[in-house]
């Protein structure tokens, strides 16, 4: 990283680590560096430290080892009042005796606001999660959802510059989840909110990030721009673990800089982009995106790498169709289509031709 890159981060952590009890390191030497305005999604599976970068970030925790910059400055040395961090958390507790607009009112009134802009901006946020009309109930009148509306509203209410958000969305149902998706994202930009945002779910990181860093046992495996992440995963995990994925299991017998040619396991050679293989011999795990298969014979392209697949299973799923298939030993082989008028129907027992082309089909480490 360069001095200037430091300059203009935000927040900043600086190899950073972190351990409850001593021994086991729950964030490895994370480094990360995000500039003001950017919504940044910290993904990955449970346990993996993202809710423990979030606490150290907000002040909750601190760092075993590294530092935690905020606008340049150590966070430890800013007092909590001057964080100037709004959050939200799954189980954010609203203040029971108060009703809503008096919850929403509490972090103006300690800024110091005037009534009629304190109304004014309760209103605003009110509306933003469209619970205009709930101003004067108690949070055990709300729904869960409702009341997890509330806390995004409250977090929001005094346009912090850096917020901070895990697992919001967890208790809504679907459409509302996705509703408040693009209500939060519309409105970190439109507000210029730093956005520090802690999921599991794979679809709402690609949906609402700038970039998103993937976190597996305390470490980021990969940090980027969702289209980047799911077209180049530099990884293994990385391409289990965003989207769809289908694996076949080889070694390498060619390697050059922009080809190599895999064995897969069961006899058959395939051209790959090398990501992460270097040397003949090496074990890997081909990916390829379902979505980059194609098994119309009309539309294959010439320079598509075939291979012979049996079908397995033919699921229904509205807009598209997806089909099991078996090719060179993976039983799990997922290829879909949209459902067009003329598209194909796969029969279960039937064998087709499969194809690709090498640059879509990913030698990663195994
Ligand atoms: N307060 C705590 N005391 C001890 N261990 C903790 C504490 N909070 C989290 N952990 C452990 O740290 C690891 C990372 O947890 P966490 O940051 O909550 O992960 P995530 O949010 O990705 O699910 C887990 O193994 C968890 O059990
Ligand atoms: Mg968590």
New binding site residues.
């Given amino acids: 990283m360069t001095d200037t890159a430091v300059d203009e981060a935000f927040v900043q952590f600086d190899r950073v680590q972190k351990s409850?009890?001593g021994e086991?390191l729950?964030?490895k030497d994370l480094n990360l560096s995000m500039p003001k305005g950017e919504f940044l999604t910290m993904l990955?599976?449970?346990?993996?430290?993202?809710?423990?970068?979030l606490?150290m970030l907000a002040g909750f925790?601190t760092a075993t080892h590294g530092e935690i910059l905020l606008d340049g400055q150590p966070i430890n040395n800013i007092p909590p009042h001057k964080r100037g961090i709004g959050m939200v958390f799954q189980n954010y507790a609203l203040f029971p005796h108060m009703t809503v607009a008096e919850n929403l009112a509490f972090p103006l009134e300690v800024r110091k606001m005037g009534k009629s802009e304190r109304d004014q901006k309760v209103k605003r946020a009110l509306d933003m999660v469209q619970m205009g009309d709930f101003g004067g109930r108690r949070p055990a009148q709300l729904s869960g959802g409702q009341q997890q509306r509330i806390a995004l509203a409250r977090a929001l209410v005094f346009e912090p510059e850096l917020v901070l958000m895990?697992e919001p969305l967890g208790a809504l149902d679907k459409q509302l989840r996705e509703h408040m998706q693009f209500e939060i994202t519309r409105l970190a930009h439109d507000l210029g909110i730093t956005t520090v945002y802690?999921t599991?779910d794979q679809t709402e990181a690609l949906t609402m990030s700038d970039r998103v860093a993937v976190?597996e046992d305390?470490r980021i495996q990969q940090l980027a721009p969702p289209d980047e992440l799911y077209e180049e995963p530099a990884n293994s995990f990385v391409a289990q673990f965003i989207g769809e994925n289908n694996t076949l299991l080889g070694e390498i017998v060619e390697v050059g800089t922009d080809s190599c040619v895999v064995k897969l396991d069961s006899g058959e050679l395939i051209d790959a982009l090398p990501v992460n293989v270097s040397n003949v011999g090496d074990r890997t795990k081909v990916s390829i995106r379902p979505e980059r298969v194609e098994f119309n014979k009309d539309r294959l392209n010439p320079n598509a790498h075939t291979i012979k697949a049996e079908v397995k299973e033919f699921i229904y799923m509205g807009d598209i169709f997806r089909f099991r298939l078996s090719v060179a030993g993976n039983d799990d082989f997922i290829v879909k289509t949209r459902n067009a008028p003329d598209a194909v129907k796969l029969t279960p027992g039937e064998t087709i031709e499969i194809g690709w082309l090498p640059q879509d089909c990913r030698a990663l480490d195994a």
């Fill in positions: 409850y009890d086991i729950v964030v990955g599976p449970s346990g993996s430290g993202k809710t423990t970068c606490m925790e895990d802690v599991h976190f305390g």
